[in-house]
């Protein structure tokens, strides 16, 4: 459907796709899982709207009053060819199968467009028929296309000239067969290591929590260590997909965020409909191996997957009920390793578990906000905290992480521990270590010294990696 239309100025017109070309996105993804993030049963309603045809349901999804297209991952390429364009003279309209009201909101926020076209709730218009709109309006040879895909052929094959940035290998072979003029624009293609960025491997090192009770209760068979390795990897990749699922909610806020808005999706650098493709192949190989780990493994990681998706999806935006979540979630992966090996986890280990992991869930969500306060920035929309509430959560961080603590000293004053070692007084020396990181974790994170995650920052940081490992040689000096 044509929604506006001014008359022509002088030139060519140059015409320009949204989706995949304009923007490194897709609306109609973007619309969905910020639809499904705020309110996770529209599902019935957004398919009950998809049975009467996607622009009805690009019609659903465009309802809300909070896009923003300022914060949408322009190309950089395709602007510079269309304010080119605009200094020869020549009209440049923007030509979308995303819903009206979002092709609106985009021209006017740019300001580069002599007018638009979209979907309407009963016009999906792409391909073919956005084809046919626009030879009815310039007349077939009468205007050049930038476009990006396979839906982009029918239109191209129209125009006088053919502008591709994106275009995957086959939709390039098809142009060339066309015989038409075409000019290829440059953008940044997708590395492995922009993959391993979304897929978040540096957060695998959260998994060797499943190794936790083979260390803690001495066992080091082959077999069970195999069993580890595989539990280790099925929650990797179950990890991911989780991960991708999150990224694909939060890609509004992820923009807005200091260092979220580098996150492969966020950024545009891998296509939105690589991610979601992503989410099931993973999540699949992750149940693969689980369940050649046994199948009372896959049971716990099924629960891991559901409760970390009720996490991205609702449990996220609950005061305090977050950081529960997350402290069970590492501590579920505890469970899993003692359910992959056979072992059984020690009551203590758990209770430990928990409180360690309520602090460092507290201290990241005391990150977030200390930033947004030092940003002047309003109390978080995705997130029931307050900038007020900065100093509750730093109290509450430090009383966990000092509870932990002392449910490490009272398991070695029980009698369990001169059951697994032979100098269990040396475990004593570790108390002071747990304090000293804590403490200092706290502190860094005041002085605003620390990343959103402070296990990844623990990870990179010199001075939590020996501590760790001096807590680790004692630990095996007491064996």
């Known amino acids: 459907m044509v929604v506006e239309t001014p008359p022509a100025g002088p030139g060519r017109p140059l015409v320009v796709d949204l989706d995949g070309t304009l923007i490194a996105s897709d609306l109609l993804i973007e619309t969905a899982f910020a639809e499904l993030g705020r309110r996770p049963h529209s599902l ?10 996607k622009a009805a349901l690009k019609h659903r999804l465009a309802e809300p009053a909070d896009f923003d297209p300022s914060t949408l991952p322009y190309d950089p390429e395709v602007l510079a060819l269309i304010r ?8 440049v309209y923007l030509a979308s199968a995303s819903h009206r009201r979002l092709v609106e909101s985009i021209a006017q926020h740019l300001g580069e467009f002599t007018g638009w076209f979209a979907s309407d709730e009963t016009t ?8 046919h709109q626009l030879v009815e309006a310039f007349g077939e040879r009468g205007f050049d296309y930038v476009g990006n895909d396979a839906a982009d052929v029918a239109v191209w094959s129209k125009a006088a000239k053919a502008y591709a940035i994106r275009a995957p290998y086959g939709v390039r072979r098809r142009l060339i067969r066309t015989g038409l003029d075409v000019e290829h624009l440059p953008f940044q293609r997708v590395t492995w290591r922009t993959w391993l960025r979304m897929l978040r491997v540096h957060q695998y090192a959260k998994n060797a929590l499943v190794f936790l009770p083979l260390l803690t209760a001495h066992v ?3 077999e069970a260590v195999l069993q580890a390795i595989l539990a280790f990897f099925a929650f990797s990749l179950c990890a991911s997909s989780v991960y991708i699922l999150n990224d694909l909610v939060d890609l509004k806020d992820d923009r807005g965020h200091r ?4 996150r492969p999706l966020a950024s545009g650098a891998i296509p939105l409909m690589h991610g979601v493709i992503a989410i099931p192949l993973l999540f699949l190989g992750a149940v693969a191996l689980s369940a050649a780990v046994s199948l009372t493994f896959l049971g716990v990681l099924l629960g891991y997957f559901a409760l970390t998706t009720a996490y991205s999806f609702a449990l996220k935006r609950i005061m305090i009920v977050d950081v529960l979540t997350l402290a069970g979630l590492y501590s579920i992966r ?14 203590w280990l758990l209770a430990f578990c928990m409180m360690i992991f309520m602090s460092l869930a507290l201290i990241k969500r005391y990150v977030e906000l200390a930033a947004r306060r030092d940003a002047s920035l309003p109390d978080p929309t995705s997130r029931d905290y307050k900038l007020s509430d900065l100093d509750i959560v730093a109290a509450l961080a ?21 059951q697994l070692y ?10 002071p270590l747990l304090m000293y990181w804590i403490a200092r974790a706290m502190m860094l994170a005041g002085r605003r010294q620390m990343d959103d995650d402070p296990v990844v920052f623990a990870m990179k940081d010199k001075v939590s990696l020996a501590t760790i490992a001096a807590t680790a040689l004692l630990i095996f000096a007491a064996i």
Not at 259 to 262: A, G, I, L
């Open 398 to 418: 430090a009383a966990a992480g000092l509870n932990a603590v002392t449910v490490f000293t009272l398991y070695i004053a029980s009698d369990d521990v001169n």
């Open 422 to 431: 032979t100098r269990p007084q040396l475990l004593w020396l570790v108390g």
């Open 124 to 131: 999906n218009l792409a391909g073919a028929r956005k084809a």
């Open 84 to 91: 080119r364009a605009r200094a020869e003279g020549r009209p």
């Open 220 to 222: 080091f068979t082959p």
């Open 44 to 53: 019935y309603e957004m398919l009950t709207a998809l049975s009467r045809g």
């Open 334 to 347: 505890v469970i899993s390793g003692a359910v992959a090996t056979g072992i059984a986890v020690s009551e």
């Open 259 to 262: 260092t979220k808005c580098r």
